[in-house]
Every structure is written in C-alpha cells, then in structure tokens.
C-alpha cells in the first residue's frame, strides 16, 4: 500500500525557516517523481519543487533561491527545506509522488506565515 506522510508544518515568522518531509512507504523514492505542491486558500494547487527519478530538479519561480528539495533514499523520504519564509508562502503543503503504479498524495501539511 503506498503511503506519503508529511511532517507537521507550523506557524513561522516572516523570513525564518521550515522543514517538511515526506516519509514514503510501499515503494522507493528514487523510482518515483516526487513532488510539493502548495494551495493557498484561495487559490489552485500549484507545484513549489519537483525531483526526478534521476535526480533532475525543477522550482517554481517564486521559490527559486529559498527552498531547496532533497531526498534521502535510505530513509525514503524528500524533504522541502523552506528558508526567508514569506507571508505568501501561506498555504497547505502537500507531497507528490508519480510514477509507473499510479499518483500518490500526502495528507497535506498547514505552513503559516506571519508575525
């Protein structure tokens, strides 16, 4: 059964930092594309940071330069590492993952921005 669990996200001040991960079970990260995508009330879903089979990396625009995607293959889990955090970074996070079995979601995590 193919699960994605993302950390708690939290409420953070203008220009701090947050990590989340995304814990995967019933397949391997590095097999699969995996993704965040964001949804600010509102708002569509929109994808933040994507990270191919092979290690190929993708950032939305607005985020270019501030968060960075990683994965760690022994643990299965990718990580969004959020940095100079921006009120408009407000929304519900949610991880990714596509591949040959199907599209997979997390849960989705809340990340509140402001002072």
């Known amino acids: 059964q193919v699960q994605l669990v993302e950390s708690e996200g939290g409420l953070v001040q203008p220009g701090g930092s947050l990590r989340l991960s995304c814990v995967a079970s019933?397949?391997?990260?590095?097999?699969?594309?995996m993704s965040w995508y964001r949804q600010g009330s509102g708002k569509e879903r929109e994808l933040v940071a994507a990270?191919?089979?092979?290690?190929?990396?993708t950032y939305a625009d607005s985020v270019k330069g501030r968060f960075t995607i990683s994965r760690d293959n022994v643990k299965n889990t990718v990580y969004l590492q959020m940095n100079s955090l921006k009120p408009e970074d407000t929304a519900m996070y949610y991880c990714?993952?596509?591949?040959?079995?199907?599209?997979?979601w997390g849960q989705g995590t809340q990340v509140t921005v402001s002072s």
């Open positions: 990714n993952a596509k591949g040959l079995r199907g599209n997979y």
């Open positions: 019933g397949f391997t990260v590095s097999t699969y594309f």
């Open positions: 990270m191919s089979a092979i290690g190929g990396i």
